[in-house]
């Protein structure tokens, strides 16, 4: 089993920063693609940011240029960066990690329990 544990979220004012930061641990192979995604009541879990095992990163263009996601493999770490904050980054911002637990195994998606972000003045 693996678990994923968020922290960083809070609120802010808009125009300022914060950082998520998220830590997996359990039997774990090989961390593949980890990630942020974000949901607000009453709309579908939506992509923030991925990153590949070899450092590529996808954002939703609604964050592109302000947020950027990173990672530490030797601390089974992902972060998300999250500059000039707006009003509509408010969310339960959701860490995503796909994790082959054994060499045989197929690799499996797993989630965070979520952090609320709330940008507001």
């Known amino acids: 089993q693996v678990q994923l544990v968020e922290s960083g979220g809070g609120l802010v004012q808009p125009g300022g920063s914060l950082r998520l930061s998220c830590v997996a641990s359990g039997r774990i192979f090989s961390l593949n693609t980890m990630g942020w995604y974000r949901q607000v009541p009453g709309k579908e879990r939506e992509l923030a940011a991925t990153i590949t095992s070899g450092g590529s990163a996808n954002y939703a263009d609604s964050v592109k240029g302000r947020f950027t996601i990173s990672r530490d493999d030797a601390k089974k770490t992902v972060y998300l960066q999250m500059n000039s904050l707006k009003p509509e980054d408010t969310a339960v911002y959701y860490c995503?990690?796909?994790?082959?637990?054994?060499?045989?195994?197929?690799?499996?998606?797993?989630w965070g329990q979520g952090s609320q972000v709330t940008v507001s003045s």
């Open positions: 995503y990690a796909n994790v082959r637990s054994r060499y045989y195994e197929d690799r499996n998606d797993y």
